[in-house]
């Protein structure tokens, strides 16, 4: 069977056998469309049911989440953790709190957080979990009982050696602290190392709050620079508002480009003038309130609750929301107002057909697999010093993220030119993630 028929076949497979997890079969689609190249290739990558074990987990645990809001009542949410594969070291991914959380969703972060971590370069498998808990609107205390309830199933599974989660959406310092703190009773020990993402003086590792965001504006500057480009004078759109966005707008203003438009899910916000970072973080982080406040605190600003945020003319497009937050029709009109180039600071934020439209029109566009890789590259940054019990200055945990978030953009390079794509960033990313996988799991035996 030809490498297109084959990958084909494989993944009518997945789809049958993952019925309405229309997101995980997504992310598989993605990779496989890679796949079909490397298959011509090296037609081993198919044998041995290789590719179908890849896809299915190692372990899916589903659990129950009780907790008592402070009225009294008690609710039920729905805890997950989807151990994918370790072939490359403990799994290793974050922890989602969000209304919409499936199992699905889990799976098809767990997907991409595999071949992310694979590309990292660093000992890492891959994992991710959460709940279909919203923390927004929840008192501190709601909060922590959630946290705790979660962690008193969750701990069973993970460990320094066996699963190290972090944040994602909806979770960040305050929910690591409450379920490390958890953790630490339920185990009697300090295991520093079980989870990342931690407050600095409870083992946490500078720049691991900035990571993400930073890593994605160094990756973007490698991508000006292969270019003969730079951020200098260049107009960048930020999706979100999260902590990825907060951060990432803060480093492209450092670099010399101007952040003119964000967004949250009430709207978005364009000021000409650049965004005013701190006023959006009172905003954002120490009010939890929504953007459009940020037009009464910003004069220059204005706020639109209708349309999108990619109407905005810009030259970098950075989405940094959520999953399918960028569209065909985005992509349509981010290419006629001239974009250059854009990469995903969220997780698989533009659908398959936007993806493909930039491709089409020659926009290089870095997956988020690639871009995003800053958080996971900083969290195995997190469980070094965990490990030797060491603390590293801002400069140098800042050096060491920059250095390989430039070795994730040369190894997605040097992979698509490989294979007679250049510039590729979607196959250079994929064929360079499976293969280090795959080897992997060739050399450790039917497992
Ligand atoms: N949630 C982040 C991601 O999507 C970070 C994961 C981690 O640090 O383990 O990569």
């Known amino acids: 069977m030809r490498a297109a028929a084959r990958a084909e076949a494989f993944f009518q497979d997945i789809v049958a056998r993952n019925a309405g997890e229309p997101e995980f079969h997504q992310a598989v689609s993605c990779l496989f469309e890679s796949l079909v190249l490397l298959l011509e290739r090296a037609p081993h990558y198919a044998d041995a049911a290789l590719i179908q074990r890849l896809c299915e987990p190692e372990r899916q645990v589903i659990f129950r989440v009780p907790w008592q809001d402070d009225l009294g009542a008690i609710h039920v949410n729905r805890g997950f953790r989807v151990q994918f594969n370790s072939v490359l070291g403990p799994y290793k991914g974050g922890l989602r709190f969000h209304p919409r959380v499936n199992l699905g969703i889990v799976k098809f972060l767990g997907f991409e957080q595999l071949f992310k971590n694979a590309l990292t370069g660093l000992p890492l498998g891959g994992g991710k979990g959460g709940a279909d808990f919203d923390p927004k609107g929840k008192s501190d205390a709601e909060v922590m ?5 979660f962690m008193t199933e969750l701990y069973r599974h993970i460990g320094p050696d066996v699963d190290v989660p972090a944040g994602d959406v909806g979770v960040g310092v305050r929910e690591i602290g409450y379920m490390f703190g958890q953790h630490k009773r339920l ?9 990342t993402g931690k407050g600095l003086s409870w083992g946490g590792s500078r720049v691991r709050k900035e990571a993400t965001g930073y890593g994605l504006a160094y990756f973007v500057s490698e991508m000006l620079d292969a270019r003969d480009l730079a951020f200098d004078g260049c107009k960048v759109i930020v999706s979100g508002a999260g902590n990825v966005a907060l951060h990432t707008i803060e480093k ?16 978005y916000i364009v000021d000409e003038q650049g965004i005013d970072l701190e006023a959006l973080r009172t905003l954002k982080e120490a009010r939890r309130r929504s953007i459009h406040e940020y037009a009464t605190l910003v004069p220059s600003a204005r706020y639109r609750a209708d349309g999108s945020v990619w109407d905005v003319p810009c030259d970098i497009a950075l989405p940094c929301a959520t999953q399918n937050e960028l569209d065909e029709t985005a992509a349509r009109t981010l290419v006629k107002n001239g974009v250059r180039i854009v990469a995903e600071g969220a997780n698989m934020p533009t659908t398959p057909e936007a993806r493909r439209y930039f491709r089409s029109a020659g926009i290089p566009f870095a997956p988020g697999k690639a871009a995003n890789a800053g958080g996971v590259v900083t969290s195995a940054l ?9 603390s590293w200055s801002f400069e140098d945990t800042d050096e060491r993220l920059a250095t390989l978030m430039r070795n994730i953009h040369e190894r997605c390079i040097g992979t698509a030119e490989e294979y007679g794509r250049p510039g590729d960033y979607v196959l250079g990313a994929n064929i360079a993630a499976f293969k280090k996988v795959a080897d992997a799991m060739i050399a450790l035996g039917i497992i």
């Open 187 to 195: 185990t009697n020990s300090y295991a520093s190392g079980a989870i």
């Open 382 to 390: 997190e469980m070094q010093q965990n490990a030797s019990r060491d």
């Open 252 to 267: 492209v203003h450092q670099m010399g480009g101007t952040v003119i438009a964000c967004s949250d899910s009430s709207g």
């Open 145 to 149: 009982r959630f946290c705790q309830s």
